[in-house]
């Protein structure tokens, strides 16, 4: 089955630094969305991304849709203590249904 | 507007008896969706209803696990003779049909299954 490949699996960042992670699959994706979650709590959505090559910002998040539909990464610049929790990438699959298909998360620490 | 509601937010059984999880979408959402995660894990696709149809349930386990989006109420997701593998989060998303397009997939805060 499809899957992607989230890295990196953890990262610990100062305060003040930028961070980046990033997806793949060696299958292609129709759409990309990143999700942050919080312990105990559900996936908020951060950023949605519909078009190959699509580059979108949410305040200080930028997130791309790779060319080839394979890959995509998160960008978060100067980080904040309140950016600390799990990021994971999700994917709806080329000729799949509407479901989504996870990474394993990235688990952010700032350090303050 | 009220987001998508999981109830009830911590469920613990012992083996053999019945899990009911229930969701109610975001209002206006046709929708709705499972997946199950396991601890330090990405969230696993489990199955995908409309309302009193089931669309894809591709990722459900074959046997104790069911699905149900009646006409009327919240979506039910049942687990039959539970065992400890079953214990994770069971998070609802559900989203909206706008042009024949499906637009984002809006999560629940899940449910914690405990099963001892």
């Known amino acids: 089955g499809q899957q992607l490949n989230q890295s990196p699996q953890s990262m610990f960042i100062q305060e003040g630094e930028d961070v980046s992670m990033n997806c793949t699959s060696s299958s292609i994706f129709n759409t990309w969305l990143w999700y942050k979650q919080d312990p105990g709590e559900g996936p908020v959505l951060l950023i949605a991304?519909?078009?190959?090559?699509e580059l979108t910002s949410n305040g200080r998040l930028t997130a791309q849709f790779g060319i080839t539909r394979k890959d995509s990464f998160l960008n978060i610049s100067a980080s904040i203590p309140s950016d600390v929790g799990i990021y994971f990438c999700a994917g709806q699959p080329q000729g799949g249904s509407e479901k989504l298909v996870f990474g394993k998360g990235t688990k952010l620490t700032v350090n303050p | 507007n009220a987001g998508v509601m999981q109830n009830p937010r911590h469920l613990v059984r012992r083996r053999g008896q019945e899990a009911r999880l229930r969701c109610s979408p975001m209002?206006?959402?046709?929708?709705v969706y499972w997946y199950r995660q396991l601890p330090e894990e990405g969230l696993k696709f489990m199955v995908y209803l409309q309302k009193e149809n089931i669309i894809d349930e591709s990722g459900m386990p074959k046997e104790r696990f069911s699905a149900e989006f009646p006409k009327e109420g919240p979506s039910i997701l049942r687990i039959q003779q539970v065992v400890r593998g079953d214990s994770a989060a069971y998070f609802c998303a559900s989203s909206l049909y706008r042009d024949s397009l499906q637009e984002t997939q809006y999560f629940g805060p899940g449910t914690r299954l405990l099963v001892l």
């Open positions: 209002k206006g959402h046709s929708h």
């Open positions: 991304l519909y078009k190959a090559g």
